[in-house]
């Protein structure tokens, strides 16, 4: 009758073939191989930004999705989980607002050629 | 627990799910409910921790000193840019995959395996806190201070320690939990429902699983700081 319990509960793990885990962690290989790339051959511009971000937004899919079981979970934990860093995206366009802002002002204020102050897009 | 009853899915899934009796999170138990909403919370911080990166750097009127430059290393008279970094992302990752494995293994009941990738896993954790230390001291010793650095931007020092600080932080306490509970794995702790020290109750082997879903974190907030930091 225990063994059935405990057999029972064990219901609830995650339980998925290992070759699942060694074929994410062999893209997972591939894709930091392919963002460190990026950096090896000096990519340059928004080329070099939107890379960064995808392989970024891969592994980090991955590793979310297989290793941490996501993929499995009922859609009530997902969204729990997974929504409310979204909100941080506002966060981080109210932040590019304020730092341009704050970027402006020490130029205006400190009285140099803006020209020569390093801009991300150069 | 283990019920047979077939839940709805999809919105459907999600109403009843959250409106029923007890339980919202269906299938999760308290303690991976619990480890997930610390996640979450952490998830915040680390998010704080790069938004504060961020705005520093597009507001400051200095140019930003060169991560590729900066993190080079001199192997064998070349000049390999971010080596390093580069390869504590590959420790980390493997660290990632023996951890998927011991939860497996773990499930299987199998104690022996969980315990040794368990272990394995620590070792690589703790390799990774090692090169993070040699990074920090090679920077130290190269000028690199909260307030100022030879290269550019006096930020670049204040975020670089916060956030490779803090990550190094959570990948030490990550070393220290694997091995407490590789220990309790290796005991058969979770076959003879043996009584927690702390908490006097009997433990199940759901806790490599819980303990995996912060390291994969670690995992995780690494592949941000390393897209954002290092790469950008």
């Not at chain 2, 019920?3 to 919202?24: C, K, Y």
């Amino acid at each position: 009758m225990a063994q059935a319990a405990t057999a029972e509960t064990h219901v609830e793990g995650q339980q998925h073939p290992i070759m699942l885990y060694l074929v994410v962690w062999g893209l997972l290989f591939v894709l930091s191989t392919c963002s460190y790339l990026v950096d090896y051959f000096s990519l340059q511009g928004y080329l070099r930004w939107s890379l960064i971000l995808a392989f970024m937004i891969l592994k980090a899919g991955l590793i979310v999705a297989v290793f941490m079981h996501m993929a499995w979970e009922r859609l009530a934990l997902i969204y729990a989980i997974l929504l409310p860093p979204v909100l941080v995206l506002l966060f981080v366009g109210i932040m590019v607002l304020e730092s341009d802002y704050t970027f402006f002002t020490r130029v205006l204020f400190f009285g140099a050629d803006p020209s020569h102050f390093y801009s991300p897009a150069k | 627990m283990g019920e047979a009853i077939t839940r709805p899915s999809g919105w459907r899934g999600i109403a009843a799910d959250l409106s029923s009796d007890q339980r919202a999170f269906k299938n999760v138990s308290w303690g991976k409910g619990m480890m997930w909403i610390f996640l979450l919370s952490d998830t915040f911080i680390f998010s704080c921790f790069l938004l504060s990166y961020m705005t520093v750097r597009m507001s400051t009127t200095v140019p930003w000193p060169n991560p590729s430059e900066v993190f080079a290393l001199t192997i064998g008279g070349t000049k390999v840019p971010l080596i390093l970094i580069a390869i504590m992302t590959f420790i980390l990752i493997s660290s990632s995959g023996t951890m998927a494995m011991a939860v497996n293994y773990g499930y299987r009941r199998d104690r022996v395996k969980a315990a040794a990738l368990m272990l394995l896993t620590a070792a690589f954790g703790a390799t990774f806190v090692g090169m993070q230390a040699f990074e920090w001291t090679k920077l130290i010793m190269e000028g690199v201070r909260p307030w100022g650095n030879p290269w550019g931007a006096d930020q670049f020092g204040s975020t670089f320690f916060m956030i490779t600080g803090f990550h190094g932080t959570h990948v030490t306490i990550g070393v220290i939990f694997l091995i407490i509970i590789a220990r309790k794995v290796w005991r058969g702790d979770f076959d003879s429902e043996r009584r927690g020290f702390f908490t006097s109750r009997k433990g199940n082997y759901e806790i490599v699983e819980i303990t995996g879903l912060y390291w994969h974190f670690v995992d995780l907030v690494w592949v941000f700081i390393f897209a954002f930091f290092y790469l950008w």
